[in-house]
């Protein structure tokens, strides 16, 4: 399963951020994602014993949803999530040996950019999808201008400052998807309370479509 298959099937472009996410309440939390149609999942590796909460979502929804990692900066984090089943690997910067280790490991890499030089890299390192990051404090002009430039199958999703109200401007920027994080979860946020906020976001993609 892949990021392909997902939109192909008609998923949301969106990967769910659950930073600070605890192993107890992972299946809950992934399973209001899931429900609302959410179909990406991140758990970042600084969040309390991550690859515990990866594989119980991987568990529990692996063959609905793709489960991965956010923040992963080293090689052998990033062994260490394909060790727990884990599918997708996204970082916050541009690390080619990461990313190399990542697309070696058969993992879906999505590493974080900000410049030009950035992006090339990742690319190089064999990335078909990048995270513009923070983009909030970008801009959707600085997405056009860089994707001017970039491969066209290479797909830039946004990061950092995105949410139901701004997806649709992403999306008409020319971004294939959006990440988002403390707009849809934040840590003490119970399953239903994520549920309604991945609603608003699904419903908001829709109308963007």
Known sequence: MTIDDM???GAPPVVAILRG???HEAVAVGAALVESGIRIIEVPLNSPDPLASIAALQSAFGDTALIGAGTVLSVAAAEGLHGVGGRIMVTPNTDPSVIARGVQLGLEVMPGFMTPSE???AINAGARRIKLFPAARLGTSYVK????VLPRNVGVWAVGGTDAATIGEWLNAGCEG??????LYRPGDSAAQVGEKARELVTAWKAAK
């Open 21 to 23: 996410l605890q192993p």
């Open 145 to 148: 201008a860089v994707k001017d």
């Open 119 to 121: 992006a090339f890299a």
């Open 7 to 9: 939109l192909a099937d």
């Open 178 to 183: 959006i990440g988002v994080g403390g707009a």
